[in-house]
């Protein structure tokens, strides 16, 4: 594991909420020097897929996360325009942290000093940042339109996701 990847697998916990995180961007946690799936080869698997669960090897793709929160969310017709709001942000984030990884595999980690690797982290952070405000506006906004037995839902389904996610961290 990469210092990085280590400080990004550290920090995400800190973060208060592991599972907007986990919305935000799969291949984020899952470690951004990582070599990351352009934006159409992922739709490309998960149409191969089915889009069904990630594998022990991989992990799950944002457009897996995407389909399977909107099965766990239970979004309904009435509620799909704002829950397409929330997907593209997920896009949005996942590509941004696709594009940072790629810069960063182009750099040779040899050739980095311990200051350059620290404003490296510093983009992922921030880019980190700057989608958790995107993606909390759009799905703040569709949360906030559910019936309070779908939050109660969404509540659990968020607290689940933590909590298997704490779990493999440790």
């Keep these: 594991m990469s210092a990085l990847t280590h400080r990004l697998a550290i920090f995400a916990p800190a973060a208060g909420s592991i599972a907007v ?31 069904g669960e990630a594998t022990a090897t991989e992990p799950e793709t944002v457009e897996q996360r995407i389909t399977n929160l909107h099965t766990e969310l239970k979004i309904t017709a009435t509620e799909e325009a704002k829950w397409n709001e929330v997907a593209q942000a997920m896009r949005e984030n996942a590509a941004t942290m696709e594009k940072l990884a790629a810069e960063r595999t182009t750099q040779a980690p040899q050739g ?24 909390i506006a759009s799905f703040g906004t569709l949360y906030n339109s559910f019936p309070d037995e779908q939050k109660k839902d969404a509540d659990k389904v968020f607290q689940s996701f933590g909590q298997k996610g704490r779990a493999e961290h440790s």
């Design 21 to 51: 995180a986990a919305l935000l961007s799969v291949s984020f946690l899952a470690g951004p020097t990582a070599s990351a799936s352009p934006p159409t080869q992922t739709a490309q698997a998960v149409s191969k897929s089915g889009a």
């Design 112 to 135: 980095m000093t311990a200051v350059d690797d620290l404003k490296s982290y510093e983009k992922f952070a921030q880019a980190h940042v700057d989608g958790l405000k995107n993606l």
